[in-house]
């Protein structure tokens, strides 16, 4: 996940997050603010060593997210200080592993979409790579979304959240660390591996999280079982370390707050969506201001405070082209969900979501913020890299909630892929509900 920030006390944090938070500026969605962001095919840039401040930010205003607007704009509870910025360097390709673009080229011919009883579309005839490498017609944003679903993710991959922490309006934070291990099981393009491995059944995508610090929710474990049928709501289980055993939670909460932290089951991977039950409209591809960690992105004190936005210490800014989706659920199951817009920026290199601008149901901004990978080697290729990794890569993760003023925040590091995951590499241990009894052990 983006975040494990998680109170023992989950019933608090659910509690909590039904409070109504003091007045707050209101941002209602509107979609001049983002047909207003550069287009991908415009000759305007901004030029490398560009360092964005307080001062000349509104002339950049363009090239960042809409939520990153507003933050600079300094309306909400959470305002960057007076000497924030953010350094522009030259932006620097980061080409899809050569497996899974071979396989792109291989299957993307025989990738259709196929209308869904839920109102959406499912996919036809997908194997592996990037189902839509070239979208186009009315139904680009869907295919964009199903390029973004099956984006490149390693076989496994595990890494240590040790940094993260949420913190509400009054400074106070729950800190925690935590050990997360993903596997994909189908549709792989990776080295050496079947595209389909034998004995996981219906399973596409397992997500584990254990809880390692604070003592008092130590072995708190959460796990979420992705099906083959993107149609199919994942499966979720808890580990309570009390009764010694995994419970099985409703497939509809997708909506819950993923263990205390300002993320939802649907937040998960920076969107954890099931396409076919989402409409995504494409707004066009812009240019975007993305971040890559520094060497110091690991150093809490390289991120300006209150709100930990990442400084050049940290973070460096690329101007990259990014597809603009509004995503939202079909109209048949808008009832009780939380969110009436996502606006999702995904890089149009990587197929990995960049940015979130979440609305709520009434269609006013609720939570911004970046998901900030670190390109990680991946074993036994010639170069490749991983970037975004399908979930717990290296990286910064970030949410502001501007309704109720609270935040996530989280550094993850030691990231470890294939067969460099050692004793994480065995999906019964820690892809599986079985092995989530374990933990303890």
């Known amino acids: 996940m983006k975040s494990m920030t998680v109170p023992l006390l989950v019933a608090a944090a659910l509690v909590w997050l039904c409070l109504p938070g003091p007045a707050v500026a209101q941002v209602s969605w509107n979609q001049t603010s983002y047909n207003n962001l550069v287009g991908a095919d415009s000759s305007s840039t901004i030029a490398p060593g560009t360092l964005i401040t307080a001062r000349n930010w509104q002339q950049y205003r363009d090239f960042m997210p809409v939520g990153m607007q507003e933050l600079w704009a300094n309306q909400f509870f959470w305002r960057l200080p007076a000497n924030a910025a953010m350094q522009v360097v030259a932006t620097v390709p980061t080409p899809l592993p050569k497996k899974y673009r071979d396989d792109t080229e291989k299957y993307a011919s025989q990738v259709s979409l196929v209308p869904d009883p839920s109102g959406g579309y499912n996919i036809k005839g997908y194997v592996a790579g990037v189902p839509f490498p070239h979208p186009s017609g009315p139904q680009a944003g869907v295919q964009i979304m199903y390029n973004e679903y099956y984006a490149y993710i390693p076989y496994v991959i595990t890494t240590y959240a040790k940094l993260g922490f949420t913190m509400d309006k009054f400074g106070n934070k729950y800190v925690n660390e935590v050990r997360e291990v993903n596997f994909k099981v189908k549709h792989l393009s990776d080295p050496g591996k079947a595209v389909d491995l034998p004995g996981t059944g219906d399973v596409f995508l397992t997500q584990n999280n254990v809880i390692m610090e604070p003592e008092q929710s130590k072995y708190v474990n959460s796990l979420q079982i992705f099906h083959d049928n993107p149609a199919d709501l994942p499966e979720s289980y808890v580990f309570v370390p009390s009764l010694r055993r995994s419970l099985r939670l409703t497939t509809a909460a997708r909506c819950s707050p993923l263990v205390g932290s300002d993320y939802t089951q649907d937040d998960e991977r920076s969107m954890n969506l099931q396409p076919p039950i989402f409409q995504s409209r494409f707004l066009g591809y812009k240019k975007i201001l993305v971040a890559y960690p520094t060497s110091g992105y690991t150093e809490k004190n390289n991120y300006y405070k209150p709100l930990y936005f990442p400084s050049p210490a940290a973070v460096t800014w690329q101007v990259r082209p990014v597809a603009v989706l509004d ?84 550094i993850q590091s030691g990231g470890q892929i294939n067969q460099d995951a050692g004793q994480f590499d065995n999906y019964a241990r820690w892809g599986t509900p079985g092995g989530m009894d374990q933990v303890m052990q």
């Open 327 to 410: 995503i939202r659920r079909v109209p048949s199951m808008t009832g009780g969900y939380c969110y009436g817009s996502r606006m999702a920026y995904i890089d149009r290199e990587t197929w990995q979501p960049i940015w979130m601008d979440l609305y709520d149901a009434e269609l006013h901004l609720w939570k911004i913020g970046p998901s900030i990978y670190r390109p990680m080697p991946i074993p036994g290729t010639n170069g490749d890299v991983a970037t975004g990794a399908g979930g717990p890569g290296d990286g910064d993760y970030m949410f502001w909630d501007i309704q109720n003023n609270h935040l996530t925040f989280d």
